[in-house]
């Protein structure tokens, strides 16, 4: 066979694969009742049920400050004209400010504070296609924090519940990945707890961590979520993945310098006195190539490569306290 149609061979054997996977198939969950439908923002049709309004209700409302929601322009980017560059809301995507202003939030888990240490975060999943890259971790015996969507929990539950199988940790990232800040209460709320709900009926865990899509939070998201009980975790290093082709714009090559330039970082002693936390994507097979492609060289970089919870020493970061994971020192006790 020439080179060539063995090359087209591949990449149909590959195209099908891709697509076998992704094929929607029947379980015994239902996600008809007591869910949004997926990829739609939570609305009255949420709000009105019992069940919302309970969770609405048990909520102490007067800690959560009263900050007017932000718009977006014509284009979807978030409109900050106006906004005061004193920044009286924390606002993560005016300034990248982590540590709140309202009193009684803990500050953002924005970096792992280990020295020479890297927090490895997946975010967008799970994706129908991530047997091979989740091989590929357990491979490395390496875990991760993986921040799910509700919606690709419910469309694909047996690719979420195989993260928690591996060991992986569980966070929330929203139900249907808006700009967190441009919701109403009811909405922030409805997209944290409905994830949360669809993770504890298809995985049996309630994840006390969540992370903003985009990073778009403030005082006022980041007190629902902790009403929640959940921590915001952002990052300090961004690989940008998500934005590479044929989902985004950028090249291939340019996602390259960002993986390089974190670690010549690693390797000049920027993260001598403190970690990183990086944030990749489990958005679709480019960045989950893109993510196996570079570990070897994150590896050699970073001392230790862990889990965000094994960064803070959570080792609890469900509240069923019956699932225990390993603290820094006995993470890289046994895997080192
Ligand atoms: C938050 O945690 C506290 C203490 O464990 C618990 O009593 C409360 O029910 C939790 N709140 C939610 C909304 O899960
Ligand atoms: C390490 O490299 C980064 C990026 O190239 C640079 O900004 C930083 O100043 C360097 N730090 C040290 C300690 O040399
Ligand atoms: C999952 O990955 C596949 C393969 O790259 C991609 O076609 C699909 O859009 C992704 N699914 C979601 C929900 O992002
Ligand atoms: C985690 O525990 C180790 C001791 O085993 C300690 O040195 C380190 O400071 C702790 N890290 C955090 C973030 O609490
Ligand atoms: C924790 O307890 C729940 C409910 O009792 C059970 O379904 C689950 O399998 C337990 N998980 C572990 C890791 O022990
Ligand atoms: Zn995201």
């Not at 975060?121 to 994706?127: A, I, K, Q, T, V």
Request: hydrophobic letters at 35%; aromatic letters at 14%.
């Amino acid at each position: 066979m020439a080179f060539n149609s063995f090359f087209i061979t591949l990449v149909t054997l590959a195209t099908a694969v891709i697509a076998q996977q992704c094929v929607p198939y029947s379980t015994p969950f239902d996600f008809k009742s007591g869910y949004p439908t997926v990829w739609t923002t939570p609305g009255d049709e949420c709000f009105n049920t019992d069940e919302f309004k309970s969770v609405y209700n048990s909520i102490d409302w007067s800690k959560v400050p009263d900050i007017k929601p932000h718009e977006l322009d014509s284009d979807g980017n978030l409109v900050s004209s106006g906004y005061p560059s004193s920044d009286p809301d924390c606002w993560w995507s005016y300034n990248m400010c982590v540590t709140p202003k309202v009193p009684g939030l803990k500050p953002d888990i924005s970096y792992c504070p280990e020295p020479n240490t890297l927090g490895l975060s997946y975010d967008d999943g799970p994706n129908c296609t991530h047997n091979e890259f989740y091989d590929f971790l357990k491979a490395n015996n390496q875990k991760a924090t993986m921040y799910f969507i509700g919606s690709n929990v419910a469309d694909w539950p047996y690719e979420a519940q195989r993260a928690l199988t591996d060991g992986h940790q569980i966070c929330v990232h929203t139900w249907s990945h808006r700009y967190m800040t441009t919701l109403t209460n009811q909405q922030v709320l409805a997209e944290l707890y409905y994830t949360r709900k669809v993770i504890k009926y298809v995985m049996g865990v309630t994840p006390l961590c969540w992370r903003p899509p985009y990073g778009d939070v403030d005082d006022r998201v980041r007190a629902i979520a902790a009403a929640l009980n959940m921590s915001t975790d952002v990052w300090n290093l961004d690989s940008n993945d998500w934005q590479m082709q044929p989902a985004g714009e950028l090249t291939s090559a340019k996602i390259d310098q960002y993986f390089s330039g974190f670690c010549s970082k690693a390797k000049n002693g920027t993260f001598a006195n403190s970690g990183a936390l990086i944030l990749e994507h489990e958005l679709n097979s480019e960045t989950m190539s893109k993510a196996q492609q570079w570990y070897p060289t994150l590896k050699s970089s970073f001392e230790y490569i862990v889990p965000v919870a094994t960064c803070m020493n959570i080792t609890q970061p469900y509240a069923e306290t019956n699932y225990t994971y390993p603290s820094f020192a006995q993470y890289i006790n046994a895997t080192n």
